[in-house]
């Protein structure tokens, strides 16, 4: 059984920078003696089930140690979800506290009593972000979490890693693991800053490892010092990272790695590609290469077995076939020796009958060199059912005359990309496309 707290801290040097944000640093040494009072003073939290809430990703960061340390369940809990959803998770799995956290003080609620069950492993509790659907809870055993850190603590003083995503998901929890496991520094940014000064952040605390969504990385590309980032290692999750994201990164961070992970909440970290390619190649199909997980295609939809999965899924159901593979739900498309994902299976526009999807468009429209991102939706139409709408960000300021001009020429470049019902009928020039707290584009 592993206690990350103890086990993993103690080989990793004291005064080895454990967190930092643009206001404060904390060591691995600090957080240690920080545990230490935290159970002396919390003895109630001891082998029960808790809830962490908070809005700073720094500051749970810096408390989720200390709570780690005691309890028998830990829920990372999401800030968004609703209020029937929160009651049916905290059901579900039997929380008796909550514990929220702000920058000031840490106050602990007591929910429940709940008579615990004795079992031996600690679980963590994770929320899929419910995109197409009520979120799901899951549960993992810190081992099942950790299958794919490295746990080098001499090389992993040479890595700071930046963190972009929100702890409390799995995506967050995947970077502040494999920051810890090997002892490296996490560089905290928060959701709500502006991303000039996450960059510039960045850049002064020497960050060089940075995963995030293609979606992100298209908005650090357009910041102006972002060629300043001392990156080796970049990666791409999350959503599909099309081959023009990728050349803009190996363009832009030329000393840098570059690969795109393929994970999900529920199925865990599924496989990496290294190549600098777009999809992945078609013999990660099958009894593949790959270890620890088995591919398969079905009916243009990619299943996925894997033993890097969750342990338990607490609430939610999944679609797994009889011989234990689940349905991702992303659409795939094979051509010659190379498999690429299209787009989400429940993320269709129905167009006068045929089907539309939104990423491969979008994947048409990046692709334009004046484009830095798009979003593709549907809009109600009498006649078709739904159209084809697009807003774009484009990479120069347009006047009125020139987005006419413009907007012509990106239709006209769809016309020679794409067949007629999937070319965009209408056309939107914004300057920012939203993401959520995952970092993938709002679609809602």
């Not at 996490?186 to 960059?199: A, G, Q, R």
């Amino acid at each position: 059984m592993i206690n990350l707290f103890t086990d993993t801290f103690n080989v990793i040097p004291s005064d080895r920078v454990y967190i930092q944000n643009r206001h404060q640093v904390i060591t691995y040494g600090e957080i240690q003696s920080s545990i230490a009072k935290f159970k002396d003073q919390n003895p109630e939290l001891i082998g029960k089930n808790c809830a962490l809430v908070s809005n700073s990703r720094f500051d749970l960061a810096k408390s989720l140690p200390l709570v780690a340390s005691v309890a028998h369940k830990i829920f990372l809990q999401p800030q968004c979800l609703k209020e029937d959803v929160i009651e049916e998770f905290y059901s579900k799995a039997d929380i008796e506290y909550v514990v929220k956290i702000s920058h000031a003080d840490i106050e602990i609620v007591k929910v429940s009593d709940v008579v615990i069950l004795n079992k031996s492993e600690q679980e963590w509790l994770l929320s899929t972000s419910g995109t197409t659907g009520t979120p799901k809870l899951v549960s993992y055993y810190i081992a099942s979490l950790m299958k794919t850190t490295k746990k080098d603590v001499v090389k992993g003083a040479n890595f700071n890693w930046g963190l972009c995503y929100d702890l409390n998901r799995f995506a967050g929890m995947q970077v502040y693991l494999q920051a810890i496991a090997s002892g490296s520094s996490l560089t905290i940014s928060e959701s709500e800053e502006d991303l000039n000064l996450i960059v510039a952040d960045f850049t002064d605390k020497g960050v060089n490892c940075l995963s995030a969504t293609p979606s992100f990385w298209r908005k650090v590309l357009m910041t102006k010092n972002s060629n300043s980032l001392p990156l080796k290692r970049i990666t791409l999750g999350g959503e599909i990272a099309d081959q023009t994201v990728l050349n803009s990164l190996k363009r832009h961070f030329v000393d840098a790695n570059v690969i795109h992970i393929y994970a999900s909440t529920e199925a865990g970290v599924g496989f990496t590609v290294k190549d600098y390619k777009a999809g992945f190649p078609y013999d990660y199909i099958g009894i593949s290469k790959l270890s620890s997980i088995e591919l398969k295609i079905v009916d243009d939809l990619l299943w996925i077995k894997s033993n890097r999965g969750a342990d338990t899924l607490l609430n939610g159901s999944l679609d797994v076939d009889i011989d234990g593979f689940i349905n991702t739900g992303d659409i795939v498309e094979v051509i010659n020796d190379r498999v690429f994902f299209v787009g989400r299976d429940s993320g269709t526009i129905n167009v006068g009958g045929n089907k539309v999807i939104p990423e491969e468009i979008e994947s048409v429209l990046n692709s334009h060199p004046d484009v830095v991102q798009s979003k593709v939706f549907g809009k109600k139409n009498p006649v078709l059912g739904m159209l084809v709408n697009a807003e774009i960000v484009s990479e120069k300021t347009l006047a009125k005359d020139e987005e006419k001009v413009f907007k012509k020429e990106l239709i006209m470049f769809c016309k020679s990309e794409l067949v007629s019902f999937k070319v965009p009928a209408m056309i939107k020039f914004v300057d920012n496309i939203a993401v959520n707290e995952s970092g993938k584009i709002v679609r809602k």
